[in-house]
């Protein structure tokens, strides 16, 4: 059964940056497209950034700029700097493995929660 397990989250004052963590197991990593996700208190989940097998990468509009992802393949990990932190980042930050074969994210870890105060 895949297994992701993100990390990093907290507490952390505006301006400030975070990295978080997602380590990937029972999955081919190198060979899996992948992406982080978040959701606010009292809204829907939506996509902040994502990363392909070749290291292509794409945001939101909303972290260009100030967020950027990368991934590890030896380590099977996956990254999220986050620089200049606004309160509006304020949510539980999950990361996502995508299935070729379903066509849509399918695997999620738990979740971490990030939380910026103004």
């Known amino acids: 059964q895949v297994q992701l397990v993100e990390s990093g989250g907290g507490l952390v ?6 990295r978080l963590s997602c ?23 939506e996509f902040v950034a994502s990363i392909t097998t070749g290291g292509d990468t794409n945001y939101a ?6 967020f950027s992802i990368s991934r590890d393949n030896a380590k099977s990990t996956m ?15 999950y990361c996502a493995a995508y299935r070729l074969e379903l066509r849509r994210y399918d695997y999620w870890g738990q979740g971490t929660q990030v939380t910026v105060s103004s």
């Open 13 to 18: 004052q505006a301006g400030g940056s975070l």
């Open 23 to 45: 380590a990937a197991s029972r999955i081919t990593f190198s060979g899996t497209a992948m992406a982080w996700f978040r959701q606010a208190p009292g809204k829907q989940r």
């Open 61 to 66: 509009d909303s972290v260009k700029g100030r």
């Open 79 to 93: 990254y999220l700097q986050m620089n200049s932190l606004k309160s509006e980042d304020t949510a539980v930050y």
